[in-house]
Nanobody, 123 residues
Framework: QVQLVESGGGSVQAGGSLRLSCAAS?????IAWFRQAPGKEREGVAA????????YYADSVKGRFTISRVNAMNTVNLQMDSLKPEDTAMYYC???????????????????WGQGTQVTVSA
């Protein structure tokens, strides 16, 4: 099982920026970020495929968030700009080590999860 360690969470005012990092040990095929606010379902935020570098985003974050891979490292960053209070949530990094016909946001496909990092955006 891939080990994942997240970092970069914190508190920021609306309109500000934050960058999350996910460091993975072992082979990964796909890394995605999910988030979950209190009382809400966990939702996919963004994903990157290591083989093709294709990226995918939830509609709610398109144009504001950017997912990228650190060159020559099993590390993925999530750059979050123009943050809104609605972005407040616990953010989780997840990894899949194999291709699948399931969508990038289908959380059941992921076998490895990080511990989560809190992001709080104040008005």
């Amino acid at each position: 099982q891939v080990q994942l360690v997240e970092s970069g969470g914190g508190s920021v005012q609306a309109g500000g920026s934050l960058r999350l990092s996910c460091a993975a040990s072992g082979y990964t095929y796909l890394i995605a970020w999910f988030r979950q606010a209190p009382g809400k379902e966990r939702e996919g935020v963004a994903a990157i495929y290591f083989r093709t570098s294709n990226t995918y985003y939830a509609d709610s974050v398109k144009g504001r968030f950017t997912i990228s891979r650190v060159n020559a490292m099993n590390t993925v960053n999530l750059q979050m700009d123009s943050l809104k209070p609605e972005d407040t949530a616990m953010y989780y990094c997840a990894a899949d080590d194999r291709p699948s016909n399931r969508a990038w946001s289908d959380l059941v496909r992921f076998g490895s999860w990080g511990q989560g990092t809190q992001v709080t955006v104040s008005a």
